[in-house]
């Protein structure tokens, strides 16, 4: 089997859209459930509503793997897994260092996804001397000073960052400088990596932060939500005494640095 390090996925010189790509692990996971069911073939509309997209961006995506269907068959699921996983590059065996063995890393290091999807676990890493040696999902921890060592013995590629925040860039240069060229963050912060260095990131408290917004928006539309009563209508400027006229003068007058009125800057 080829490893990693000496084959790059073939998606990028064969021109296929970054949109596309990240489609493409929604079309395998759902072709996946219908192989191990034994489903011969599937239509584009049945595929399409299984991976949660629309019929025709999928027809689209398909023609530039140079896949399609026939018209009242559909798609042939064996050959789709296969078509699919070649372009991704799971048909190699890809090495993956994890550095980080805290609850998170842990949690990754026994994943079971990783290995039935062409990704192998090659290294724990830690920088804690407490943790190596300690086997965690039976995998033995090492020392965060071995990292260049294992990444060049293993050949890996990838490496995933399950540090806190305040080492996180840290430890992504010294994966770059040891070689590897594709990092899964999920440390809550930003990485720089030079080009040619792909970073994906995963950040749980964002994701959860959005789906916060969405209850709060749908708390607020909920029917018989009682709204405060509206404002009564100002008086006329003829109305108005001498005290609010010289009030609203000075309001008026606040201006921010740059002339306008000085705004509420979110938190």
């Not at 996971?29 to 219908?34: F, G, K, N």
């Amino acid at each position: 089997m080829a490893t990693g390090r000496t084959h790059r996925p073939a998606t990028r010189s064969r021109g296929i859209p970054e949109a596309t790509v990240a489609r493409l692990p929604l079309y395998l996971r759902a072709l996946t459930a219908l192989s191990e069911r034994s489903v011969p073939t599937v239509s584009s509309e049945e595929l399409a509503a299984a991976a949660g997209v629309n019929s025709a961006k999928l027809r689209k995506d398909f023609s530039y793997l140079g896949s399609y269907g026939t018209r009242g068959v559909g798609y042939d699921v064996e050959y789709l897994v296969y078509q699919i996983s070649r372009e991704l590059g799971l048909t190699q065996d890809w090495p993956v260092v994890i550095v980080g063995i805290g609850n998170l890393g842990a949690a990754l290091a026994g994943y079971g996804g990783f290995a039935s999807r062409g990704f192998r676990v090659a290294a724990l890493i830690d920088a804690d001397p407490a943790m190596t040696g300690r086997p965690v999902a039976g995998i033995p921890v090492q020392h965060s000073d071995d990292l260049e060592k294992i990444i060049a013995e293993d050949g890996v590629s990838i490496g995933v960052i399950a540090t806190p925040a305040g080492v996180a860039q840290a430890v992504c240069d010294r994966l770059v400088a040891a070689g590897v060229t594709s990092i899964l963050n999920f440390a809550p912060t930003v990485l720089s990596v030079p080009d040619g260095v792909d970073v994906r990131k995963v950040d749980l408290s964002i994701e959860l932060q959005i789906l916060a917004f969405h209850e709060q928006r749908k708390a607020g539309e909920e029917p018989g939500e009682e709204t405060a009563p509206a404002a009564a209508p100002a008086a006329p400027p003829a109305a108005r005494t001498a005290t609010d006229r010289a009030r609203a003068g000075v309001e008026g007058g606040r201006k921010g640095p740059d002339g306008d009125a000085p705004a509420v800057m979110p938190a």
